[in-house]
């Protein structure tokens, strides 16, 4: 059975660059048709689906987070990450990690989530 697990810090200052890294297990990143994405869910907010990268290498971004938002994969640790560049409160949220089909870069099946602050 897939596993997914983010990780990363609980906690960013202004301004810099948030990291946060989805590793896989029970299943491969490069498994064919298959998306894996990153969404976000604000503090009393719904869920914002920010971007994924699927089996291929091929990466799609929210417009809206297009110019600040990077998704690698390192695929000899079966992780992808997520980069947030310069963070403000705003982007304080839970981040999910997410797989799913890679057509329309669909989700189902999640990670547990992990808790981003943005303080000073």
């Known amino acids: 059975q897939v596993q997914l697990q983010e990780s990363g810090p609980g906690l960013v200052k202004p301004s810099q660059t948030l990291s946060l890294t989805c590793t896989v297990s029970g299943g491969s990143i490069t498994t064919n048709y298959l998306a894996w994405s990153w969404i976000r869910q604000p503090p009393g907010k719904g869920l914002e689906w920010m971007g994924a990268?699927?089996?291929?290498?091929?990466?799609g971004y929210s417009p809206s987070l297009k110019s600040r938002t990077s998704i690698p994969r390192d695929t000899s640790k079966n992780a992808v990450t997520l980069q947030l560049s310069s963070v403000t409160p705003e982007d304080a949220a839970v981040y999910y990690c997410?797989?799913?089909?890679?057509?329309?870069?669909?989700?189902?099946?999640w990670g547990q989530g992990t808790q981003v602050t943005v303080s000073s």
């Open positions: 997410a797989r799913g089909p890679s057509t329309a870069w669909g989700t189902d099946y």
């Open positions: 990268i699927n089996y291929s290498g091929n990466t």
